[in-house]
Structure formats: structure tokens, C-alpha cells
């Protein structure tokens, strides 16, 4: 009996409190999420994007906030695996009732959370996931960055028009929707300006083992080797590359960010294409590498720099808004047009893909002995 | 490179990839062979022993980018099977010994168990960390290096040094395993265990010591497979050893668990299956292809290819 009665006494008391948890602060903030991957195997991403919308939500608290309010940011971190992401959302959705997130960072992720997020009509702003698909599940799904049909296309074209390359070989995930993708798209586009993709050969994520696919490319002899991956694969596939004895340069897109502090001499002499050069003569980006060196002591990559990107569109956009209704934040979202730092960012209004420009670099070897990415041309839509 | 070279390399690959998965099956089978307890936390021993010898061929004063001291990489094979060996043992002592009179369903699910924390727990000590790190690479061992370069103008074969070294050690820790269960007192003992346990343990054997002693081989084995897949896959994380560990159990099947030569045989067999089909069909088929040819075993041969017919007792 007493423990009948103490039992539904903690009950009460539980009750109450989460009651009491529930409302904590519902009145003076705006809460946004941000889904990260904080560690595995694109960690670099994730610490360095979440630091930037930190940054951001920082800068915006300090001058004032929106509308009256504060803006509370919660971060959660998915380990770049879209069930972990799933969890995360729906913590971000259910619990801390979030009016948007900004994430996730891989488009596997992104593409995990689209249609829950479309139905619960939660504003998402996925500041990196390049995969044309993500922003197809509805019109409360944004992304701050250019897409694979772009991304692949720019580096179709600069391996044709700048290394002059006629036959290229592929060596792609086809486990992940952002290496397919920008396969696809680089294939097309290399075959339209009149090359040849002479081999292509494929792998699954968390693959370590790549020299059977590596001696059958080898054995065609291209002139460049694409591979569309992460850094963190990247940098294992390239070692394997090497040690077989294959010496066309290598081409990769914005995953290959980071590569610098990842990988060894063996990325030498390989080309990327990615979101900003934190070396650019831009005064909006050499404000943010400034601001960022000082909070964080290293130079932010472009994730970052999107990142910071995506939560200012989004806290913008609720500010000119007036309110938190998703619906007329969104309509507000639509009417972005603004540069920033990663360039002028302004909606199709069909697809919800900003229309941006991209630049390619080279990874050199620095005069400290360091590898570093030079800036090597920009390339418009 | 013609037809033929082409297929040389690619069992090249075969071999070298067959080697790491060999070593690990043989851990598998052994322990399997003696206590029937197939050990899942096997794969995370491997992680473990990466890890121990990633510390010390990254330890103060040498370049992490690169090893090109044959020294330390012995004195690293040496630690890290030392440091795996007493993991293995205290694994067994604290979790594995007090169910062995219990159901073997047990047993299974504790191995689980410990796999799960080794791999969890490897994810929160600060200094391993979630985050995948840069294995240094072989380079510049005069020795070695002049071995692949006379391979390959012999033959056109492109050996790379990893590949050579992996070979190497992988067939020296085998025929090392060979005397000692052949050849030695303990390996009479191990031999008699795995036979009859209670029959051994009235001929006066101390069973508890051998069980102890072949978890420590196991492990150290484990952590030697572990530096070579890190050598010839330059990456160290957490989960790492997960799909080495099924793979070489996959092998140890095949081979017929509980059979030495068996798991070497199924080690190999899967390496070089694995790669071939990556090479020669496709690489989205490769994993397809090395099941496969499990079940074709298993339906043909259920007790594997050189395991033994054993007939339930009633």
C-alpha cells in the first residue's frame, strides 16, 4: 500500500515537473536546432559548422535578438548516419518543439529528415547536402549551397577545358546519394563537351579494401581520376592510388574539403571544387575568416562558412517575419536575396537551390612543408 | 598490361587482403576449437591492438606521417600484441569464465556484450577518441622496397611493400602458431582441451591456464592482423574492426571452424574471391560472391571444408 502510494506520488511529481520543463522559457526564445555530425567520419565538417552557427546565433543574441526574443540553439550530433539523424530530429521536433534546424550536413542525412520535416512543417536549411533530391520533399526544405548537377558539371568542365583530359575514370560510393549524384553529373557533363568516362568503378561506404577496383582502372590508363567521396575516404583511396602506380591527377568535389589535414603528400597536385576560398579578396569573407580565427584559432572551411550562411538566412527570414508560424517564415525564406559569405544567395523559386558560383582549387605543398588548397578559378552557372 | 598480368595483380590483392583475414579467422577458430564459444568482441581485440600499435609508432620524436624505422614497427607489433594478449585474457577471466557452465546462448550474447563496450568505450577514452585518425604509412625500408622493385621487373607485377611485409608476417605468425600447437607442451594440452575437455582436465591438465593461453594467442594474433590491415588501410576508428571481424569469421566457417589450417585456408579463399570479383565481374558483387561461395560450402559441406564431421551426441 505505502509503496502503491509512493509510487503515484513520483508519478505526480514527475508530471509536474516535466510540465514546468515544458514551458521553460516558451516566452522569450526562439529555439533553433542544428543537426551535426560532431564526430566520425566527417567530423571536421561537423565541429567546424556547428562552431559557425554558434557564431552566428552568438552575434545575433548579442545585437538585440529577434523580435525581443534570444535565439537558443540546440545541437545534436548524428555521426553523419541517417538513423542517428532520425533520432535527432524527432528529439528536435517533438521535445524541444524547434521552429527550424539547420542541417543535416550529409545529403544521406538530409535526405533521411526531408519528408517528416516537410510534414511537420519545420523549417530545414541544409547548409552543405549538395544531392539534387534534398530540397525536392516540399517547400519548407531549403539548402545554402549549389547542387551535384552544378558541382558535377563545373568539374566535368575545368577537367576538360583547364587539364585538357579526354578520358577520365570514375571510382565512386554507390552506397551514398552525394557520390552517385555527382557521378551522374559529371559523367553527363564530360561526355557532352565530347570525353570519354572509360572505366568506372564503385565501392560501399566504411570500404577499406580498394585495390581490385584501383588495378582495373589502372590498367585503362586515364587521364584524371574522379573520385566523388569524403575526405576522410578520399584520403585512403588516394594512398591506394598511389601505391598501385597511378599517376593522373586526381579531381574531387566540396567533400574533398579538409583534405589538407588529412591526408599526405599523395593528394598533391589533385583539383577540388568547392563552396568559397577563405583566401578571396571578398571583404564579407575575409570579415568571417577574421571573426572565426579569433573565436576558434584555425581557418574555417567552406562548410563552415556555410554553415554561419544558413543560420543567418534563417534567423533573417523569422525576423522579417515577425513570428515564428512556419508559413510565413518560409514565405520570408522565399524572398531571400542577399550576399553573403559564400555569395549571393537567392531561392529558385521551383527548387528552393540558391543559384551560386564555385570555385576550384589545388592542393600544393605550402613553404612550411603543410599542404594547403589554392585557389584555381572560379566557375559560374 | 595484358590479361595476364592483370589477373597476377589482382591476386596479388587477393593474397594480401586473404593474409590479414587469415590471421583473424585463426583467432575465431581457436577459440572456438576449445571452448565452442564463437567470440564477436574478436574484431574489436584487432581495433584495440591498432590502436596500441598506433601509439607507439606515433610516440614522441617520430614523423605520424610515416614509418621508415623497422625497429619500431617491430617494437609496436610486440606491444600491441602484448597489450591485446592481456585484453584477451582478462575478457575471458572476468566475462567468459564465470558462464561456462551455463548455455552456450549465454556465453554468445556476453561476447556481443563485450564488443559492444570495447567499441563504445574505445569511442569515449579521450585520447581514441570517435574521430577516425591517420595510420603513418611504410615507407623508405630499403629491404623491402627492393624486394617489390624486383618483383616487378621481373614479372611486371606490382607488389607494393605492404603487401610484401603483410605476407611476410602473416605466414611467419602462422608457422609460429603451427609449432605451437604441434610441437609444444602447451599445444599438446590446447589439442587435448578442444578434444575432451573433462577427459584432459582428469589427465591432469589445468584446463582454466590453456582456455587462458588461447585467448591470449587469439588476441595476439588479432592485434597483429590489426597493424597490418592498419598498414595497408592507413585508418584507425572505433568500429574499425567489425567488418575484418566478420569477414575472417565468414572464413573461419568456411574453412571449417575449429580447424587451424582450415581458417588460414578460408582467409584466403575470401581475400582473394572478394577481389577478384571486385576485378573482374563487379565491385558491387563482391561481398555477394564471398557469402555465396559460404553457403555453396555449407550446403555441400556443413562442417566447412577441412572441419570435421561431428555427430551430435544424444
Known sequence: MFKAKALSLL????????????????????????IQPISGQVSAYGTQTRDAIQMAVD?????????????????????????????????????????????????????????????????????????????????????????????????????????KAKNAAILFDNTNDYSKGLRDNFKKKFEELGGKVVVEESYATNDKDFNAQLTKIKGTNPDVLFIPDYYSTVSLIAKQVKSQGINAPMLGADGWDEITNNAGDEVIGSYYSNHYSPDAKDADVQNFVKKYQEKYKIVPNALAALGYDATYVLVEAIKRAGSTD?????????????????????????????????????????????L?????GTVNP | MNFMQEFGQ????????????????????????????????????????AFAGFFVLTANGQ???????????VLAFIIAMAVSALFGVIIEKTCYKPLRKAPKINLLITAIGVSIVLENGARVIPWIGPNPKQFPVLKDIPIIDGISQMIKAQTGVFISPVQILSFIIAILLMLMLFYIVNFTKTGKAMRAASYDMGAAQLMGINVDNIISVTFAIGAALAAAAGILFALNYPQVEPYMGIMPGLKAFVAAVLGGIGSIPGAMLGGFIMGIAETLTKGFISSKLADAVAFGILIIILVIKPSGILGKNTREKV
Open chain 2, 10 to 49: 589482382q591476386m596479388v590483392n587477393g593474397i594480401a587482403l586473404g593474409s590479414v583475414y587469415a590471421l583473424i579467422a585463426l583467432g575465431y577458430t581457436m577459440v572456438y576449437g576449445i571452448v565452442k564459444l564463437i567470440n564477436f568482441a574478436h574484431g574489436d581485440i584487432l581495433m584495440v591492438g
Open chain 1, 59 to 163: 552575434e545575433i543574441n548579442a545585437a538585440g535578438g529577434v523580435n525581443g526574443k534570444k535565439i537558443k540553439l540546440i545541437v545534436e550530433d548524428d555521426e553523419a548516419n541517417p538513423e542517428k539523424t532520425v533520432n535527432a530530429f524527432k528529439k528536435l521536433a517533438t521535445q524541444d518543439k524547434v521552429v527550424g534546424i539547420v542541417g543535416a550536413l550529409t545529403s544521406k542525412c538530409s535526405l533521411s529528415i526531408t519528408k517528416e520535416a516537410q510534414q511537420r512543417k519545420i523549417l530545414m536549411i541544409s547548409p552543405s547536402s549538395t544531392n539534387d533530391t534534398v530540397t525536392s520533399a516540399g517547400e519548407f526544405i531549403f539548402r545554402a549551397c549549389y547542387n551535384d548537377s552544378f558541382q558535377g558539371q563545373v568539374v566535368a568542365k575545368f577537367a576538360q577545358e583547364t587539364l
Open chain 1, 11 to 34: 508519478v505526480v511529481f514527475v508530471m509536474v515537473v516535466s510540465l514546468f520543463a515544458g514551458c521553460n522559457g516558451g516566452g522569450n526564445e526562439i529555439k533553433i536546432g542544428a
Open chain 1, 372 to 376: 594547403t588548397a589554392g585557389y584555381a
Open chain 1, 326 to 370: 512556419p508559413v510565413k517564415v518560409q514565405a520570408e525564406m522565399m524572398k531571400t536575396d542577399k550576399k553573403y559569405v559564400t555569395g549571393q544567395i537567392k531561392f529558385d523559386p521551383a527548387t528552393r537551390n540558391p543559384v551560386k558560383s564555385a570555385v576550384m582549387v589545388k592542393v600544393e605543398k605550402g613553404a612550411d612543408g603543410k
Open chain 2, 63 to 73: 614523423d605520424p606521417s610515416k614509418i621508415s624505422n623497422p625497429l619500431m614497427l
